[in-house]
């Protein structure tokens, strides 16, 4: 089964060098279905040594140096913006439910 906002962390945590298994993301969480929800995920990101929280406000208004983010996309899936920019108007994603490559979209 796949499960975008895992992967999403999966990927976060690899980019900062923590070779974590989703397994072990996971191990212990009450999971809804079998995946990960947002409100599990700041647990799930301090077993990888992250920090993760809520932020409601558009994508544009974070700092540069918050990036990698994970965002939380409608029907359920998530994605990792890793830049933006302002001026072409597009973001640097990478879409775990799809190839899982880094790529440019507007």
Do not use: H
């Amino acid at each position: 089964m796949k499960d975008p906002l895992l992967q999403s962390l999966v990927y976060v945590s690899r980019f900062y060098g923590q070779a974590n298994s989703s397994d072990a993301l996971i191990a212990d969480l009450p999971l809804a279905d079998g995946l990960l929800t947002p409100f599990l995920l700041p647990r799930a990101a301090e077993k990888a040594g992250l920090q993760a929280k809520e932020a409601k406000q558009s994508i544009t208004d974070l700092s540069p140096l918050l990036f990698p983010v994970i965002a939380l996309l409608k029907g359920g899936d998530a994605c990792v913006v890793l830049s933006l920019d302002k001026e072409k108007n597009e973001a640097e994603v990478v879409l775990p439910q799809a190839d899982g490559n880094e790529q440019w979209i507007s």
